[in-house]
């Protein structure tokens, strides 16, 4: 089956424009987290949506937002861009909220910002 | 505040032989451990995983180690092949007030020599 899918793989934007990304669970997988991965701070939560509704937050500023729809997709969105904002942002999804078993992650949008 | 550290960023190892990756937390909430695997332009990929009421897990080529006490986990690869190559990342997860959540270590490079 279709494994987690990214979208765009790759974005150069400017400081101060916005972005959104895109994610498309296994079918079939109701909960989606975001993660940022940097070289320096491995790979930090940003929050994670289960059936609509954000369930769990990370520490990051209020830029940062997202959200999911009935078919389980998710969009992340940041808004007014800094340079610090550029990372290699992954989407995991898994059946259950909070599931223990093991994320599946997609292959990642790589965000360069300029 | 890294909870999840992976102090070694690389190791190398002779086909064949043991690779053992480290992994220390800070939070004694942590309740769960995992590890994950990632090749290079590929999302992290789960490994292994085990419950904070274990001391042990095997699976395959795969143990993982946890010491709670130390609050200390590790992942034994015997016996290693060229294909493990990859960034290791370890992950623990929790209930927190905002749920249930994941921290990740910021990887260490694997490099098994043939």
């Known amino acids: 089956k279709a494994g987690v899918t990214q979208t765009p793989r790759y974005l150069i934007k400017t400081r101060g424009q916005q972005v959104t990304l895109s994610c498309s669970p296994i079918?079939?997988?109701?909960?989606v987290s975001w993660y940022q991965q940097t070289p320096g701070q491995g790979l930090q939560f940003l929050f994670e949506?289960?059936?609509?509704?954000?369930?769990n937050k990370g520490n990051f500023p209020g830029r940062f937002s997202g959200r999911q729809f009935s078919n389980s997709r998710s969009e992340m969105n940041v808004s007014t861009l800094e340079l610090g904002d550029s990372a290699l942002y992954l989407c995991?999804?898994?059946?259950?909220?909070?599931?223990?078993?093991?994320?599946?992650f997609g292959s990642g949008t790589r965000l360069t910002v300029v | 505040d890294q909870q999840v550290k992976q102090n070694s960023p690389s190791l190398s190892v002779q086909e064949g032989r043991i690779s053992i990756l480290n992994c220390d937390y800070t939070?004694?909430?942590?309740?769960?451990f995992l590890w994950y695997k990632k090749y290079p332009a590929e999302g992290p990929t789960f490994l292994i995983s085990?419950?904070?009421?274990?001391d042990k897990n095997e699976d395959g080529r795969f143990t993982v180690f946890l010491n709670k006490s130390a609050k200390h986990l590790s992942l034994h690869i015997v016996p290693s092949q060229p294909g493990d190559s990859a960034v290791y990342f370890c992950?623990?997860?929790?209930?927190?007030?905002?749920?249930?959540?994941?921290?990740f270590g910021t990887g260490t490079s694997l490099t098994v020599i043939p």
């Open positions: 995991a999804s898994s059946l259950q909220q909070g599931s223990n078993y093991g994320y599946t």
């Open positions: 079918s079939g997988h109701r909960s």
């Open positions: 949506y289960f059936s609509e509704t954000q369930r």
């Open positions: 939070n004694s909430m942590f309740d769960y």
């Open positions: 085990i419950s904070s009421i274990k």
């Open positions: 992950a623990a997860s929790g209930y927190f007030s905002t749920g249930n959540q994941f921290y």
